[in-house]
């Protein structure tokens, strides 16, 4: 069975930093991309970056370039977020997820595969 494993986050003030990491079991994502996405109450879920398990390329959304930066353990078969300067507006639920590359940067309501969900809170 496959499961993905989120932990870290919390509540930081603005300008501080977290860390998200998303651990693997079950099988090995080799070919696919894995990716984090979050939710706020009231909105829909949003894409905030991804990178492939294979070669480690990345994508981001416009809104965390710069601040947060998405890497991979392949030996852990783990996946980080490391959110700097946060801000006020990336309050939300994150959640880390994985499949095809196209499936997951475009068709995100088809994505196989999705982590628990950690509450992130930004404060001022």
């Known amino acids: 069975q496959v499961q993905l494993v989120q932990s870290g986050g919390g509540s930081v003030q603005v300008g501080g930093s977290l860390r998200l990491s998303c651990a693997v079991s079950g099988r090995t994502f080799s070919s696919y991309t894995m990716g984090w996405f979050r939710q706020a109450p009231g909105k829909e879920r949003e894409f905030v970056a991804a990178?492939?398990?294979?070669?480690?390329?990345?994508h981001y959304a416009d809104s965390v370039k710069g601040r947060f930066t998405i890497s991979r353990d392949n030996a852990k078969n783990t996946v980080y977020l490391q959110m700097s300067s946060l801000k006020p507006e990336d309050t939300a639920v994150y959640y880390c997820?994985?499949?095809?590359?196209?499936?997951?940067?475009?068709?995100?309501?088809?994505?196989?595969?999705w982590g628990q969900g950690t509450q992130v809170t930004v404060s001022s």
């Open positions: 997820a994985a499949d095809e590359h196209v499936t997951l940067l475009l068709q995100p309501t088809d994505i196989h595969y």
């Open positions: 990178i492939s398990w294979s070669i480690g390329s990345t």
